[in-house]
C-alpha cells in the first residue's frame, strides 16, 4: 500500500487543483471563446440601455410627479397634459429600444430560420417554442437569469420579452445555441 504523506508535492498540487475548481475561473481563460471579453461589453450597451429605461420607469413612479415630469410651459405648476406628455415620451423611448433590439441582425436571422417569425410557434416534435424555438427548460432557466421571469414557456411571453431574453442570452456567450440556423 503506497502512503500519500510520502509525497508532499503530489498532496499540494491536488489542493491547488482542487481550490481552482472551487474559487472563481481563472481570469487567463474567458468565459466563452465565442464571445471574447470586449465584444461581450460593446454587444451589453444595448441591454444597459434597456434597463436604464426600465430603471427609469420604475423609480421615476415612484417619486412626486413633480421630480420626473418636467414644467414644459413654465407655469410652476404640473398638469395633467404635462404629465401625459412625459409618459409618452417614456413609453416611446421603451419603444424604441425594443424596435432596436428586434433589428439586431443576429437576432433577425435567428427569428427567420427559426419559426419564420412567428412568436408563437410550437414546435411539433419537443417543448420548443416562441420565435427563436427555446426548449421550456432553458426558457425558463435564461429568462429568469435575464430578469424576465414568470413566462412557462417562451411563446407564451410577449415579443418584446422574447426578443429581450434572446439577446441576453446572445451578449452572454449563448450564440452557439443556434448554431445550426446558418446564422
Known amino acids: 500500500m503506497q502512503n500519500h504523506l510520502a509525497h508532499p508535492a503530489a498532496s499540494s498540487d491536488l489542493a491547488v487543483r482542487r481550490a481552482r475548481r472551487s474559487t472563481a475561473p481563472r481570469p487567463e481563460v474567458p468565459s466563452s471563446p465565442s464571445a471574447p471579453a470586449a ?3 460593446r454587444s451589453g450597451v444595448g441591454v444597459l440601455a434597456g434597463a436604464a ?3 427609469l420607469l420604475l423609480t421615476g413612479c415612484n417619486l412626486p410627479v413633480e421630480q420626473w415630469v418636467p414644467d414644459f410651459n413654465g407655469d410652476g405648476q404640473i398638469d ?3 404629465i401625459n406628455h412625459q409618459q ?13 433590439v428586434q433589428a439586431h441582425p443576429f437576432l433577425s436571422c435567428v427569428r427567420a430560420h427559426e419559426s419564420g417569425g412567428n ?4 414546435n ?13 427548460s432553458t426558457w425558463r432557466n435564461v429568462s429568469a437569469r435575464s430578469g424576465h ?15 429581450a431574453v434572446a439577446l441576453w442570452l446572445y451578449n452572454n456567450g449563448g450564440r452557439s ?3 445550426g440556423t446558418g446564422c
Open 53 to 55: 429605461i426600465g430603471l
Open 39 to 41: 465584444r461581450r461589453r
Open 149 to 163: 421571469p414568470g413566462y412557462a414557456r417562451a411563446a407564451h411571453a410577449p415579443w418584446h420579452v422574447q426578443d
Open 124 to 136: 411539433p416534435r419537443s417543448t420548443a417554442s416562441g420565435a427563436y424555438q427555446f426548449l421550456d
Open 119 to 122: 412568436y408563437a410557434a410550437q
Open 88 to 100: 409618452a415620451k417614456i413609453a416611446q423611448a421603451v419603444e424604441g429600444q425594443r424596435r432596436a
Open 177 to 179: 445555441a443556434w448554431r
Open 80 to 82: 395633467q397634459s404635462e
